[in-house]
């Protein structure tokens, strides 16, 4: 739309939703401005969006596609708004993110709402800004503000940012109004146009400070190409514009045709379809306003602030009044951090608080529009609190279990309406973590079914459908994962060598850390509930068992798998550790040989990518992109390497096979080599 308001015309940005830069768009933009040019009743320019977007930046779909290379591509639009001669002002409201950002970088203004959200996110696609976010922001904000943007990915505000000299003023309201006087203020200058390109950095002081950041980069980062780019790129802003421009362009088409940045899109498109259910299964969500959340344990709080923070009713019940006074303590502690580090305002974090009613009253249920058990992981404490729970609640309340490993339907089959119970898997600390899996039992209404997916989103959760299996889709394939990598310890390395292997892969913590971290002494008693069950021919590995035997209950011990001194792990194992596992291969009759830190990741891999094939031949997850959803958000496992299934996909088909078979060998009776054809084409 081109507009004129007196002598300024005002050309607003109108593609739907968020005014993605696409073909259309940048086109669109180009013929306004030229349009402007030629008017001579037009003085100045001022780009604008709507309340959502100035521009949520390039259309991520379009990369490495013909419709990419339609002009104007990006550089070019840019090229035409900054050497326009008439001045060119961005009024910016909702969010100006990558290229949404680097549009309103290239004009010879800018204005923004305090409320508005100014970003570079390009890294969380394992890109770097690609249309002179490196080169023109540095100018604009300094080099430490710049680099802050461009490596965490996260926007600002424009009220954070409006002393940093990236925007020319920043107002409550009005914006229209304030963009117009900045334009005609720039029109009536009589002098060459503010440019991004024409300020001047001392260069010594650029090559210090990006000398400086390259030492702080993260283990996780150097494994990450892009975080090394984002400075080599930065660094060209101590010489010349034009040459900066071209080596970050050099730079961004390197980083996107690379492994790392197509496992990072296979992320993006992956979440976004993870939380739509099929098509078979979608229905129109219950009303939900009040939650209820049965413990009052660590989980339970955890679930409780989500539920508060979104807005929710909440009612607490605890069977015991200590342990109620003590979630309720860990609620109120959780929002005076906030408050008091200055991430929540404080009539914010009491209205939340408000809304939480604590209760040893099981009638207090009836309530609820929606039950959250999060009890002790034992079926039969679960099936009692359902029983209670079923006598209590009103008709048409969904109904829902927080656990890991147990059978939803053997927990839904003990109420009068197994319809209207799933299971709802949180992910401890469960305020933090975004993962819920979302479990449907064989007798899960539609209906509930979507009601418990809206909750999630309501939650800022990424909820993902699993059917009803053992672990459902996380845990089962981490079960596999971890128990593969028991057998490496038999089979002759450490645990400090599994986790070291498995972290320079990219995983934030090594299995036998995070078994530690979590305690050992919770997968021990889920192993004793299993010895009835366990074949006897089963490769077992009772190492964990015998660290628990003797105490070594992990991080709160102070031993585990590793030893802890003033609550820090001792690199290697100890001669107690080392001596159960040697004891273990004797048992076996191994002979144990070193494995290399590429046998151990492979084997860890072959044993999360068999088992995917597995669950999923099995319908326990929907869509192959879903595990990988899972493991990236719930387990560790590094966004830039995909997850599993695309880590399989990118090897070579026979490679992987022919590996199975052999870790099936060294596995022995009881696994089950999977037919890969059901992830791979």
């Not at 992320?267 to 969500?285: G, M, T």
């Not at 053997?410 to 819920?436: E, W, Y």
């Not at 006897?536 to 011990?557: F, H, M, Q, S």
Request: aromatic content about 6%.
């Amino acid at each position: 739309m081109f507009e004129l308001h007196g002598s300024i015309a005002v050309i607003t940005l109108n593609s739907p939703p968020v005014n993605s830069l696409g073909a259309a768009l940048r086109q669109h933009i180009a013929a306004a401005v030229h349009q402007g040019v030629l008017d001579p009743a037009v003085h100045a320019m001022v780009l604008i969006g709507n309340a959502k977007a100035f521009s949520a930046g390039a259309d991520v779909s379009e990369f490495g596609t013909p419709r990419q290379l339609t002009e104007p591509m990006m550089g070019r639009l840019l090229e035409i708004i900054e050497s326009c001669q008439k001045p060119v002002v961005a009024a910016i409201s909702g969010v100006a993110l990558g290229g949404g950002l680097e549009l309103a970088l290239a004009c010879h203004g800018r204005v923004a709402l305090g409320t508005a959200k100014l970003g570079l996110p390009e890294i969380n696609l394992g890109l770097i800004p690609g249309a002179g976010g490196t080169q023109r922001l540095p100018r604009l904000a300094g080099m430490a503000t710049a680099l802050t943007m461009i490596q965490s990915g996260a926007p600002q505000t424009g009220k954070q940012l409006a002393e940093s000299g990236l925007l020319d003023k920043v107002v409550p309201d009005d914006l229209l109004t304030a963009a117009l006087h900045r334009a005609s203020e720039l029109a009536s200058l009589g002098a060459a146009l503010p440019l991004a390109r024409d300020r001047l950095l001392v260069a010594s002081e650029v090559q210090q400070f990006v000398s400086a950041q390259q030492d702080k980069l993260t283990p996780r980062q150097r494994l990450q190409g892009a975080y090394s780019a984002q400075l080599d790129a930065m660094a060209a802003v101590a010489g010349d514009f034009d040459q900066g421009l071209r080596r970050e362009r050099e730079l961004f088409l390197q980083l996107q045709s690379s492994s790392q940045s197509k496992a990072l899109r296979h992320q993006f498109f992956a979440e976004r379809e993870a939380s739509k259910l099929p098509v078979a299964l979608q229905a129109e969500a219950r009303s939900v306003a009040t939650v209820a959340i049965i413990g009052a344990g660590t989980m339970g709080t955890g679930i409780v602030i989500c539920a508060l923070d979104a807005g929710l009713q909440v009612v607490l019940l605890e069977q015991d009044a200590h342990a109620l006074q003590r979630g309720q303590q860990r609620v109120t502690e959780h929002y005076q951090s906030r408050v008091a580090s200055g991430k929540m305002k404080a009539a914010i974090a009491a209205a939340a608080e408000a809304r939480l009613s604590p209760s040893l009253e099981w009638s207090d249920l009836a309530r609820a529009d929606v039950v959250i058990e999060a009890v002790f992981e034992d079926l039969a404490v679960k099936q009692d609190v359902f029983k209670k729970i079923d006598a209590h609640a009103r008709s048409g309340t969904v109904l829902a279990t927080n656990t890991s490993y147990l059978d939803v339907d053997a927990i839904a089959n003990v109420t009068a309406r197994p319809q209207d119970v799933l299971g709802l898997h949180f992910f401890s600390p469960a305020n933090v973590m975004k993962l819920l899996e979302v479990v449907r039992g064989t007798q899960t209404s539609a209906e509930v079914l979507a009601t418990g997916m809206a909750l999630g989103k309501r939650l800022k959760k990424l909820p993902v459908l699993t059917g009803n299996a053992f672990g459902f889709i996380g845990n089962r394939i981490y079960n596999a994962y971890r128990k593969q990598c028991e057998f490496m310890l038999e089979d002759g390395t450490w645990p400090e060598d599994v986790d070291s292997a498995l972290q320079a892969f990219g995983f934030a913590m090594g299995p036998f850390a995070v078994a530690d971290l979590s305690g050992l002494d919770i997968a021990w008693r889920m192993r004793k509930s299993q010895v009835a069950t366990r074949h006897p021919d089963e490769r077992y590995v009772a190492i964990l068992d015998r660290l628990c035997e003797l105490g070594r209950l992990g991080r709160k011990t102070g031993t585990g798998y590793y030893t802890y001194t003033e609550g820090k792990q001792v690199k290697a194992t100890d001669a107690v550790v080392r001596g159960i596992i040697t004891q273990a291969s004797m048992q076996r009759s191994i002979t144990r040989r070193v494995l290399s830190a590429a046998d151990i990741q492979r084997r860890a891999l072959l044993a999360m990518v068999n088992e995917a094939a597995l669950l999923l031949a099995a319908g326990v997850a929907s869509r192959a992109s879903d595990i990988d959803v899972v493991l990236a958000q719930g387990y560790g496992f590094p966004r830039w390497e995909g997850g599993p299934v695309f880590w399989a996909r990118q090897q070579d088909r026979s490679a992987l096979i022919q590996d199975l078979q052999t870790m099936a060998t060294q596995s022995g009776h009881g696994f089950v080599v999977a037919d890969l054809s059901v992830l791979l084409d």
